[in-house]
Every structure is written in structure tokens, then in C-alpha cells.
């Protein structure tokens, strides 16, 4: 019995933290959405704040006119400056302090806006008279602020940008080298050449055996090609073709070439002296 009571105990202990869990959940989910809805109803006031202001300050004439032509341009203004700022945080982290910068502005600016709703309901034309340039300056003050916020925030993030597509171009350009390889020239390109130049040099200085030399490389050129071409040399005992004939050996093989280097040779004999 006791331990079914300790189990009853410790189930009653569960289904109470899963009851207290899901009453937090739902009370946060409503927070939630209750902050949602707030902001969701401030834009929508403030937007038809900005219509009805926008209308005034064409409609109206005289002080009423350029009240609202001035609350007007203090909220685009802090507008423009707060999406901008809250657009590039995440990309800039520096931009914090900025946009806490332009919290404080536009609490200054709140103030200004209910001073500048109250003198657009005082019916003393004189006093709206007097007031007016005062918060107007401050209204400029405040303006050119956030303007300059905005306007730094938009430079930095274009300063960036091209500096990453400058980096992005020279990274391009040294792949683009790298893929070129093919330029360079090969040795044996220029190995080829510099035969090619001790031939005509050798031509050119009137050395007999200059065409030989040409020959020569002309024909260690062919050689090394067929070598490239074949593979590996033959050898003389792996049983392939290429074995020298009985001709060869026994000295025949070329006998006419031994027949003029007889006739060459100069003769002994009375005609000689």
C-alpha cells in the first residue's frame, strides 16, 4: 500500500508540472500575441496618423499647415533612419549602438510631436505664432540627426559592398590566371628552338658541317618523336623485330657505301709523286 501510494503521490507531482508547464505556455503565447497585436495596432494608428497629417498639410493654411508639415517630417524621417538601422544590424553588428542612438532621438522626438499636437489645438493664433519657430528648430535639430544616422548606416553598407566585390574581382582575375596554364611553353617547344638557331648559326658562319648538325638534330628530333610515340626501345634479345640482319653483322650491310671509302682513299704508286 505504501508503495502505491508513493506512485499515486508521484504521478499527482507529474500531472501537476505538466498542468503548471502548459498554464507558463499559454500565459507566454498570449503575451505573445498581445505584443503582437500592440505593434501590429501602433503601425496602424501611426499610419493613418501620417495620412491624416500628410492631408493637413496640404489642405491647411497659415500655423495649422505647417504644424502638421512638421510632425510630418520629424516621423518620415525617424522612420526611414529606425528600417534602415533595424535592416542592417544583422549584418552589422556596429549598428547597434546607432539604433539605440536613434531610440533615445525619438524619444526626444515623442515629446516634441505632443508639444507640436498641443500648440495645434491652442486657439491663441499669437502664442502659435511665438511657439512655433522654437520647435520647429528643434524638429530640424532632431531631423538632421537621424538623417545623418541614416545617411552614415547607408554609406558603411555601400563601402562594404564594393569592398567585397573588389575582393570577389582580384579572387576572379587569379582564377583566371590559374586556368591560363596552357600559356607557357613547353621545354620540348623550346628545346626544338634552340636547334633550330644552331643549325642557321652554324650555316651562317660557313661551317661544312653546319647541315649536318642540322640533320643531325632534325633526325634526333624524328628519333625522339618515334621513341614517344613507340613506348619503350626494343631490345635486342626480347623477341621482337628490330634484331640485326646477318648482313649487319657480318659487316655487308651497306656495301656500297664501303665500296666509295675505298675509292676515297688516296693510292700508293709512281703516279702519286
Known amino acids: 500500500m505504501e508503495i502505491l501510494g508513493v ?13 503548471v508547464l502548459v498554464v507558463i505556455g499559454l500565459i507566454k503565447a498570449a503575451r505573445a500575441v498581445g505584443e503582437k497585436v500592440e505593434r501590429q495596432e501602433a503601425k496602424a494608428r501611426r499610419a493613418v496618423e501620417n495620412v491624416t497629417l500628410k492631408a493637413k498639410s496640404y489642405t491647411q493654411t497659415g500655423p495649422q499647415g505647417q504644424i502638421s508639415a512638421v510632425r510630418l517630417g520629424l516621423r518620415t524621417s525617424l522612420d526611414g533612419t529606425r528600417r534602415v538601422l533595424e ?8 549598428l547597434g549602438e546607432a539604433l539605440a542612438l536613434l531610440g533615445r532621438l525619438d524619444a526626444h522626438a515623442a515629446e516634441l510631436d505632443g508639444e507640436l499636437r498641443m500648440l495645434e489645438r491652442e486657439p491663441d493664433a499669437g502664442r502659435v505664432a511665438a511657439k512655433l519657430p522654437e520647435l520647429r528648430e528643434r524638429a530640424e535639430r532632431i531631423t538632421h540627426s537621424a538623417e545623418t544616422m541614416r545617411w552614415a548606416a547607408q554609406d558603411r ?28 611553353v613547353p621545354g620540348a617547344s623550346g628545346a626544338g628552338a634552340a636547334a633550330s638557331g644552331a643549325g642557321a648559326s652554324a650555316s651562317a658562319s660557313g661551317d661544312p658541317g653546319g647541315s ?10 624524328t628519333a625522339g618523336a618515334a621513341r614517344e610515340a613507340g613506348g619503350t626501345r626494343r631490345g635486342l634479345t626480347d623477341g621482337r623485330a628490330g634484331r640485326p640482319s646477318a648482313e649487319e653483322l657480318l659487316g655487308l650491310a651497306d656495301p656500297v657505301a664501303k665500296l666509295a671509302q675505298r675509292l676515297r682513299k688516296p693510292t700508293t704508286g709512281p703516279s702519286a709523286g
Not at 506512485?7 to 498542468?19: C, D, R, S
Not at 535592416?87 to 556596429?94: A, E, F, L, R, T
Open 7 to 19: 506512485l499515486l503521490g508521484v504521478a499527482l507531482l507529474l500531472g501537476l508540472g505538466v498542468v
Open 87 to 94: 535592416g542592417s544590424v544583422g549584418q552589422d553588428g556596429q
Open 157 to 184: 553598407m555601400h563601402r562594404f559592398a564594393a569592398d567585397e566585390l573588389g575582393r570577389l574581382s582580384r579572387e576572379c582575375e587569379d582564377e583566371a590566371g590559374a586556368l591560363r596554364h596552357w600559356d607557357s
Open 212 to 221: 649536318g648538325a642540322g640533320v643531325g638534330a632534325a633526325g634526333a628530333g
